[in-house]
């Protein structure tokens, strides 16, 4: 069969959604030759492509709770928006998630950056006038841009990883090479996890600048690197490993903000991604999600697990009569969008690193080593005169806490808590039924749902008519 130049299937995206980078000052100038080796700086240098990450999985997990009056306030405006619709199917697990013949804007873009990314690890180290740790550290970031897309994808498409099922569980097409062949299939959760990790080791002695910060903070850094194979190794279920490069990123880069010193921060003065201490790889939401109608409303579970005092309640939610103009009067809402004036962001941070290393420990036994560690990012969510440290019986009382904070803390930025609920429904102890009220209708998603894998646009089989579709 003809062979393509391009991810046909994958590229067929609007270019409205691709917008100019606010932050990277680097520019091209000059002449360029064929396979010099500052060519592949400059295809790096394309954060519109690589700074991003999938917007519509936040929508889907249990956070989020639509009220009849603000699902009624949707529907009578928007509800029959081409642009708006993949909001409410993915609330309501539909599927199908796009109209008839549309394709997926999201995934289309995060595979054109996989295509930029691969040309870049297919051909730098053979490039000209470069020095080999220069074509080395190039090729490292490159992977890492490429482990942080496939890490997206299959949380989001295929199955959560499972040891005994991988092998066969249904991932997504993983392309490594700058073409591919018209026959597009799916590789298997075991292939794409086997090459997050093979791609994220090899970018660990590539040569990466230790941290990147400022305006450099969309480009992947060692930290990154060790940051993004310890959130792998904990979706595998491999503690020990994820606890190890936690630490590693943490001895690289460790500071947190201090909720403190914003409290009367005006909307929009909150530190940007380039001002933020904590981001260690700046992954940013292709869609915003804090104006009408696509708030992220948040449920009564969530919020009512929030201590009073607790600043990530008092800033990062609000009510969403507030947002919306007055016209729903129910209900709190996601804003960390409105105070940073930026889109919500999927990138590893240092509160992360923190989450995955007290995991790790209560996992293993050790409850206070997993208590001071939350502790450590609690105290920079209150006042000094509200912080109380949090304590733990035993190990299974510390990871119950530790996982109650991860929800706290990732909330809204990119997928974290249908990534956990995936994962969690491993265990009996975590598994959970979760349902969605939309109107006069009630959605139900069982533990190991088919519907905890995202279809696949109807317009890609145009081009994929061997690519399989979740059930």
Not at 25 to 41: A, F, Q, S, V
Not at 267 to 292: C, F, Q, T, V
Not at 400 to 418: A, C, D, P, T
Not at 447 to 460: E, I, K, M, T, W
């Amino acid at each position: 069969m003809k062979k393509y130049s391009l991810y046909i299937l994958f590229i067929l995206i609007n270019v409205a959604f691709v917008s100019c980078d606010d932050y990277v000052d680097i520019k091209t100038e000059g002449r360029l030759y064929p396979e010099e080796t500052e060519n592949y700086r400059y295809l790096l240098n394309q954060t519109s492509i690589f700074d991003v990450s999938y917007s519509l999985v936040d929508v889907a997990s249990d956070d989020i709770e639509m009220s009849v009056n603000y699902a009624t306030f949707f529907e009578n405006n928007y509800g029959t928006s081409d642009y708006y619709r993949p909001f409410k199917e993915t609330y309501k697990w539909a599927d199908s998630v796009y109209y008839m013949g549309d394709t997926d804007n999201d995934l289309g873009l995060m595979y054109q950056g996989l295509y930029t990314a691969n040309v870049v690890i297919s051909e730098v180290l053979t490039s000209n006038n470069g020095t080999e740790a220069e074509k080395a550290s190039l090729q490292a970031e490159a992977l890492v841009h490429r482990a942080y897309i496939f890490l997206d994808l299959v949380n989001i498409f295929g199955k959560a990883y499972d040891a005994e099922t991988s092998e066969t569980d249904l991932g997504i097409p993983m392309f490594t090479e700058p073409t591919v062949t018209e026959d597009i299939t799916r590789a298997s959760v075991k292939e794409v996890y086997d090459q997050i990790v093979s791609d994220l080791q090899q970018a660990i002695d590539g040569g990466l600048s230790p941290k990147r910060t400022g305006i450099e903070v969309g480009f992947p850094s060692l930290a990154s690197a060790h940051a993004l194979l310890a959130r792998t190794y904990l979706y595998m279920g491999r503690y020990a490993e994820a606890q190890a490069e936690a630490e590693s990123a943490l001895s690289l880069q460790s500071s947190l903000l201090n909720m403190e010193d914003y409290i009367d921060t005006p909307d929009s003065g909150w530190p940007r991604r380039i001002e933020n201490p904590e981001l260690i790889l700046s992954k940013m939401s292709i869609s915003y999600y804090k104006d009408a109608p696509t708030l992220l409303t948040l449920n009564d579970e969530l919020l009512n697990s929030f201590e009073e005092e607790d600043l990530r309640y008092q800033l990062y939610t609000r009510p969403i009569s507030e947002m919306t103009n007055d016209q729903v009067t129910r209900g709190r809402a996601y804003c960390e969008g409105l105070l940073t004036g930026e889109k919500r962001n999927a990138g590893p941070t240092v509160p992360e690193m923190l989450l995955i290393k007290a995991e790790a420990e209560a996992r293993s036994g050790d409850a206070d080593a997993a208590i001071a560690s939350i502790n450590i990012l609690r105290q920079a969510r209150f006042k000094a005169e509200d912080y109380k440290p949090l304590t733990a019986a035993n190990a299974d009382e510390a990871l119950i806490k530790v996982l109650e904070e991860r929800r706290k803390e990732l909330m809204g930025k990119g997928g974290f808590r249908w990534f956990d609920l995936k994962r969690l429904n491993k265990d009996p102890r975590f598994a959970k039924t979760i349902s969605h009220s939309y109107i006069d209708e009630v959605y139900t998603l069982e533990p190991g749902g088919d519907r905890y894998q995202f279809p696949f646009a109807s317009g890609l089989f145009q081009y994929a008519p061997n690519l399989q579709q979740n059930p």
